[in-house]
T-cell receptor, first 115, second 113 residues
Framework: EPEVTQTPSHQVTQMGQEVILRCVPISNHLYFYWYRQILGQKVEFLVSFYNNEISEKSEIFDDQFSVERPDGSNFTLKIRSTKLEDSAMYFCASSEAQRVGAEAFFGQGTRLTVV | AQKVTQAQTEISVVEKEDVTLDCVYETRDTTYYLFWYKQPPSGELVFLIRRNSFDEQNEISGRYSWNFQKSTSSFNFTITASQVVDSAVYFC??????????FGKGTRLHILP
């Protein structure tokens, strides 16, 4: 069964460092997303991406964040200068279509710890 | 405003008991979808069900059942004859015309042996 794959599963980084979280969406999907879950809290939308550009972003997704699809398979989230409050589980998701009911398939998450 | 409320933060039941997780949503749209996801201790999000706003039929899948009541904007989830493996955090979520899923805060379910 096709799945969304995220690497690494856990990343520890020092405050102020840049970090890149990687995702391989399902191959025929066209819409890509990043969500964040601070420990013990709800899952929050960060950004959606389609046709090589951001289609929507939340207020959380400030200038420190960027997304990229550098090749035909990977979808990355970069945090330029990490802060302690960026520590969270980051989920990548992909969807075949943007229609309201299209199911988003989530990856297993990357746990980011900023120290 | 779009919002999903899961009033139960944490529930504990003894194995084999039935348990219902509540979900109330708010949206201005007439077309929307509701979801339930399970997050086991390993952390991944497991899709359980999707329901569209035009289909109020209740659904049963094995020990799981869902009760969608548009009149009360609720989409409750019942686990029958609970098992220890059902222990997890369960999220109710809403998707409408915006290209994003709005999650509730989750209900942590403990099934005690």
């Amino acid at each position: 069964e096709p799945e969304v794959t995220q690497t690494p599963s856990h990343q520890v980084t020092q405050m102020g460092q840049e970090v890149i979280l990687r995702c391989v969406p399902i191959s025929n999907h066209l819409y890509f997303y990043w969500y964040r879950q601070i420990l013990g809290q709800k899952v929050e939308f960060l950004v959606s991406f389609y046709n090589n550009e951001i289609s929507e972003k939340s207020e959380i997704f400030d200038d420190q964040f960027s997304v990229e699809r550098p090749d035909g398979s990977n979808f990355t989230l970069k945090i330029r200068s990490t802060k302690l409050e960026d520590s969270a589980m980051y989920f990548c998701a992909s969807s075949e279509a943007q229609r309201v009911g299209a199911e988003a398939f989530f990856g297993q998450g990357t746990r980011l710890t900023v120290v | 405003a779009q919002k999903v409320t899961q009033a139960q933060t944490e529930i504990s039941v003894v194995e084999k008991e039935d348990v219902t997780l509540d979900c109330v949503y708010e949206t201005r749209d007439t077309t929307y979808y509701l979801f339930w996801y399970k997050q086991p201790p390993s952390g991944e999000l497991v899709f359980l069900i999707r329901r569209n706003s035009f289909d109020e039929q209740n659904e049963i899948s094995g020990r799981y059942s869902w009760n969608f009541q548009k009149s009360t904007s609720s989409f409750n989830f019942t686990i029958t004859a609970s098992q220890v493996v059902d222990s997890a955090v369960y999220f109710c979520a809403l998707k409408n015309r915006d290209d994003k899923i709005i999650f509730g805060k989750g209900t942590r379910l403990h099934i005690l042996p």
